[in-house]
């Protein structure tokens, strides 16, 4: 009986019961319910579910105690630490922009090649949040002194890291974070970018409407000009080739765009083009989340600092979305009232959900107005100058 017993008291001492029951285990409890939320909004709120999903399933997983799916208490690898490895080599950001550029129409913006410039101007948050992270530390350190100052202040490479959240595109966050070296805030930065990205239809319209008069809104745009198939060609290649002289670390990102692109649009490969819109998509970002989820472990995520990169990364797409519709007020100015300012705001990259949310404003004011394939213009621009962004960034910083 006293084997039974011994026994028996040994499997509930392994168990991951009185892991959590003990000290130790109430960041993992936090991290749980953490989980449970994110997976409630991406089933039950439908936020950005295909991405969120993974990574809150990633994070339950790799915060269920002794379960060793990352690393076990003698330091053998687990099957999240082999996931992990795509992330922290930044091969999953880079697949998936290969079939984000499979499945998107440059139409749009080569119709029209100045909202290339709402495209750029949405960039203005990420230099805003960039600035904002830079001097949080030195701000807390003089009211609050040193030890406040340790908890909350961001290197240079973090700050650009929560900066591009501004971007509104979540694999080029975790692109840069990785490639800076910044895997303690991976987590932090992935939730919020990716949370963002999905709340497009509900912060962008305030700050759209408080930039914009009623006039404005209801703007009519002329009808855009047929793009032939040989533009749409020749772009894909004539963009990558100017990217990687101009701007050498932006070729991984815009290099698989492109590609992607060309895949699409050659229409010589649509067996590789729906494989790269698709299963090859589809697998990357099963993945991908999963790698991000498995960074969210309690002692690296419950930390002040991961509450200021979630405010940060809202400052950054508020002032992206007001830089875009800026812009879009002195285009509408330059062209004499024939661009709807609110097209600047679609500059970020959540396509398409942001080239949406302009329609549905605009068709508020006057349910006639359509306007979805000219903010396409800017949205797909945004996408590039994301990358871009990014590539600056790499390039001033590693």
Request: charged residues 10%.
């Amino acid at each position: 009986m006293d084997i039974y017993v011994k026994a028996l008291s040994e499997l509930v001492a392994s168990s991951g019961f009185a892991a959590i029951l003990s000290s130790v285990g109430v960041g993992n409890v936090i991290m749980l319910v953490i989980s449970l939320a994110l997976l409630y909004l991406a089933i039950g709120k439908g936020f950005e579910p295909l991405l969120l999903v993974p990574i809150a399933f990633g994070c339950l997983l790799v915060n269920l105690p002794l379960s060793g799916i990352m690393s076990d208490v003698e330091g053998e690898v687990g099957f999240l630490r082999y996931v992990y490895f795509g992330a922290q080599h930044e091969i999953y950001p880079i697949i998936i922009f290969l079939g984000i550029g499979a499945l998107t129409d440059f139409g749009p913006l080569l119709a029209n090649p100045a909202t290339f410039l709402l495209g750029a101007a949405a960039q203005f948050g990420v230099f805003v949040a960039f600035i904002g992270a830079n001097f949080i530390g030195p701000i807390t350190l003089r009211f609050f002194g040193p030890e406040a100052a340790a908890g909350v202040a961001f290197n240079i490479k973090q700050a650009a890291s929560i900066a591009i959240i501004g971007g509104a595109d979540g694999p080029t966050s975790i692109y840069l974070t990785m490639k800076l070296g910044q895997q303690s805030i991976l987590g932090a930065i992935a939730v919020a970018a990716y949370s963002y990205m999905s709340l497009v239809p509900l912060i962008q319209p305030p700050i759209i409407k408080l930039l914009t008069t009623k006039e404005d809104r209801a703007i009519r745009m002329g009808q855009l000009r047929p793009v032939s198939k040989k533009e749409k060609i020749i772009f894909p290649i004539i963009c990558t080739i100017v990217a990687g002289l101009v701007l050498p670390a932006s070729v991984p990102l815009v290099g698989m765009l492109m590609f992607g692109n060309l895949l699409r649009e050659c229409g010589m490969t649509d067996r590789l083009s729906q494989a790269a819109q698709n299963e090859i998509l589809n697998m990357t970002t099963i993945f991908l989340g999963l790698a991000v989820g498995s960074t969210m472990e309690a002692q690296y995520f419950l930390k002040a600092q991961t509450l200021l990169i979630i405010f940060l990364g809202l400052v950054a797409f508020i002032f992206s979305t007001a830089g875009g519709v800026i812009f879009g007020q002195i285009m509408k100015v330059a062209t004499h009232g024939k661009v709807n300012p609110m097209i600047g705001s679609a500059g970020v990259s959540a396509v398409p959900m942001a080239a949406r949310v302009v329609q549905r404003v605009a068709q508020s004011e006057n349910p006639g107005n359509y306007l979805l394939m000219h903010a396409m213009g800017p949205n797909v621009a945004g996408v590039i100058g994301t990358a871009v962004a990014a590539g600056v960034m790499l390039t001033l910083l590693r």
